[in-house]
């Protein structure tokens, strides 16, 4: 079975400083992989995807990530944060039919000036 | 816009109460899905729908039901609420194309007491 692991539930960072949110899967085949962030009091929102191609992905706020097949990792970075990125960090693989989607526990972002 | 609806933001029910989640899409999505959301747990998967009438069970679908009986329509039937049920719920919809992502209503927070 598909599954997700984010290694970091909590990563508290100052703000314009660089921040990596760390994703590792697990998939005997070919993976879709998705960041979703959620903002307090919202529902998540795609924040960037994988399906195929280039292994490094660019997403919305400066975000992005990279696809590391032989380590089956997908790693979210940003190179300067800011204190409006503080939310819930989600990553999640795409299990089988009707755009399923298997999530990651989250990685809680904080920004503090 | 990509709109989904949640029609309650929070409850408050008894143990053994019947509870009803409601959640409408606009988007004309064949899927629809419900999640939990605890935390260190990231979001399960509780049921899904893809298409008028057809569900399938997620990872955890033990004392929840659902409902479809309309396209843009897709509830989440507590049968007789219990404590552990207590939690975030999360609808979404999207279509099986592998570019689309998910698009999330902003949650049920659910307590039963």
């Known amino acids: 079975a598909q599954s997700v692991t984010q290694l970091d539930s909590q990563v508290p960072v100052f703000e314009e400083a660089p921040v990596e949110l760390r994703c590792n899967y697990s998939?005997?085949?070919?993976?879709?992989l998705f960041w979703y962030v959620q903002y307090p009091n919202q529902g998540l929102q795609l924040l960037l995807k994988?399906?195929?191609?280039?292994?490094l992905v660019k997403g919305i706020n400066g975000f992005e990530a990279e696809f590391n097949k032989s380590q089956t990792s997908f790693h979210l970075r940003k190179p300067s944060v800011h204190i409006s990125d503080t939310a819930e960090y989600f990553c999640?693989?795409?299990?089988?039919?009707?755009?399923?989607?298997?999530f990651g526990a989250g990685t809680r972002l904080a920004v503090h000036p | 816009d990509v709109k989904v609806t949640q029609s309650s933001r929070y409850l408050v029910k008894r143990t053994g109460e019947k509870v009803f989640l409601e959640c409408v899409q606009d988007?004309?999505?064949?899927?629809m899905f419900w999640y939990r959301q605890d935390p260190g747990l990231g979001l399960r998967l509780i049921y899904f729908?893809?298409?008028?009438?057809?569900?399938e069970k997620g990872d955890i679908p033990e004392g929840y039901s659902v409902s479809r009986e309309k396209k843009e329509r897709f509830s989440l039937i507590l049968e007789s609420a219990s404590t552990n049920q207590t939690s975030m719920y999360l609808c979404?919809?999207?279509?099986?194309?592998?570019?689309?992502?998910?698009?999330f209503g902003n949650g049920t927070r659910l307590t039963v007491t």
């Open positions: 999640a693989v795409r299990s089988g039919g009707y755009n399923k989607l298997i």
């Open positions: 998939s005997s085949v070919s993976v879709y």
């Open positions: 994988y399906l195929s191609g280039s292994t």
């Open positions: 988007m004309d999505h064949e899927n």
């Open positions: 729908s893809y298409d008028v009438k057809m569900k």
């Open positions: 979404a919809g999207g279509i099986s194309s592998d570019n689309s992502p998910l698009h």
